[in-house]
T-cell receptor, first 114, second 113 residues
């Protein structure tokens, strides 16, 4: 199992550019989420999905789109990048297991918007 | 979602036991308490989860008093590699709601030789 993988590891964008952050998991988890983490801060939930075809907004969804066409993949799209979106982005997946649930996080994507 | 309060930072020395306390005064009946660990430049990693009393695994123990308004993560005999940020999360995780738990700013544990 590769777990949760994210690409790219690093990205530099200019203001106004668009891009897609990729996230994939091979654990057949139903639930997937995107978080952003700013320096010295905790993680903030952007969007999440409870299954293929189902997505919902988290705490800070503005400026981001998601879709979930397969169980494995959950891409995050930045429509028009802004410097305020400079952050580290983490993807996570989870599934209920005997009442004890955990999220498995990817290694993160570092995004710099100039 | 229950709000949590934890110390911003703690210092310790190698070999000591470290206890990090989290306050969650408005915890709901269905809420579980979950702790994550995050190293620099990595995603958070699950440590332990509990509902009441005491839970122990190979990494840590979690103590939850009867009123459940606080919890204490106990790390036995810490080493330098335990230097990390520790997050306490509280919420209803049944039915896959884990992904809607809120991460606070966490507790930065610095272990010195």
């Amino acid at each position: 199992n590769a777990g949760v993988t994210q690409t790219p590891k690093f990205q530099v964008l200019k203001t106004g550019q668009s891009m897609t952050l990729q996230c994939a998991q091979d654990m057949n988890h139903e639930y997937m989420s995107w978080y952003r983490q700013d320096p010295g801060m905790g993680l903030r939930l952007i969007h999440y999905s409870v299954g293929a075809g189902i997505t919902d907004q988290g705490e800070v969804p503005n400026g981001y789109n998601v879709s979930r066409s397969t169980t494995e993949d959950f891409p995050l799209r930045l429509l028009s990048a802004a410097p305020s979106q400079t952050s580290v982005y983490f993807c996570a997946s989870s599934t209920p297991s005997g009442g004890v649930e955990t999220q498995y996080f990817g290694p993160g994507t570092r995004l710099l918007v100039l | 979602l229950a709000k949590t309060t934890q110390p911003i930072s703690m210092d310790s020395y190698e070999g000591q036991e470290v206890n990090i306390t989290c306050s969650h005064n408005n915890i709901a009946t269905n809420d579980y308490i979950t702790w994550y660990q995050q190293f620099p430049s990595q995603g958070p990693r699950f440590i332990i989860q509990g509902y009441k009393t005491k839970v122990t695994n190979e990494v840590a123990s979690l103590f939850i008093p009867a009123d459940r308004k606080s919890s204490t993560l106990s790390l036995p005999r810490v080493s330098l590699s335990d230097t990390a940020v520790y997050y306490c999360l509280v919420g209803d995780i049944l039915g896959g709601a884990t992904n809607k738990l809120i991460f606070g700013t966490g507790t930065l544990l610095a272990v010195q030789p």
